[in-house]
């Protein structure tokens, strides 16, 4: 048996559907929640209502889970938790749990928008420009480098949450006044994409890439997106992802200059990102690729090998449930 637990699975409806597809009489989906109210955790074989991630006993919690159940892999679906896994590797491994998750410093520097520009600049991989502080900002400004409009970010944020197009250095200054933790980035101008990534567990080497433009985004999220091929890039991601390290599911965001042909890299998240679904529907299947690498089978390349031209739409469900049925028989 092959028991995958999902941690934090909120909305995340499709990931977790998708593993149940794909463990159909082999294994079990368990996840995880710390609302009642999650609907996700109702889509699974079986779900628990567990402690806030910053609780003390979080991961006491999170083990009890992973040997009760005899599970084989977990993984979480929110940017916070990935650092806390990766950190507490060896005691999953001590259980035989495999994390599902990159290496602590690759999560911490995914996390953190500016180590990610940092690391990237040191790569040589083609990003934004981006600045700490008002000083360091201005002082590029003056030399030619960059100008407004910027977007001023929280370093360490997710879901788009606390992101401002800026547009004068009176906006500029108030941002900074009122919050900690910012930075400036250089505007990316052309048109977003995505990619969905799995880098294989055992061989280290990058086996899935489904690159899709996005059309219309909500909450940080793909909301719309068409399917699309680019042999240059897929190259270009392989050879990134797989000198930095990075291992099992990943989400890059990244803008194409048309007018000078030109990728920029903007951000790496090392989970599954909100609009792969696409990419399963597509047939692009990290669920699968995850299986058979928790049951020792190497996965063989298959980067692109999806159709182009196929438009994902995501649109609203709801899940109604007695509130005596909720996990835990009340909110």
Known sequence: MTNILILSAGTRNKVVQAFKKELEGKGKVIATDCSNIGPAIYDADKCYIVPRIDAPDYIDC???????????????????????????????????????VSSYELCETSLDKYRMYEMLTKLGIPTARCYNTIEEFEAARENGDVDFPVFVKPRAGSASININSVRSDIMLKALYNDYEGLMIQEFMRGQEYGADVYIDLISGKCTSIFLKKKIKMRAGETDKSLSVKDERLFSQIQTFVEKVGFSGMIDIDLFHDEENDEWYLSEVNPRFGGGYPHAYACGVNIPRQIINNLEGKENEPAIGEYEEGVVMMKYNEIMVKPAKDLQGGKL
Do not use: H, M, Q, Y
């Open 62 to 100: 999170i083990l009890d889970i992973c040997k009760k159940e005899e599970i084989s892999g977990v993984l979480s679906l929110i940017d916070p938790e990935l650092s806390l896994l990766a950190k507490n590797e060896d005691r999953f491994r001590e259980i035989g749990v495999t994390p599902l």
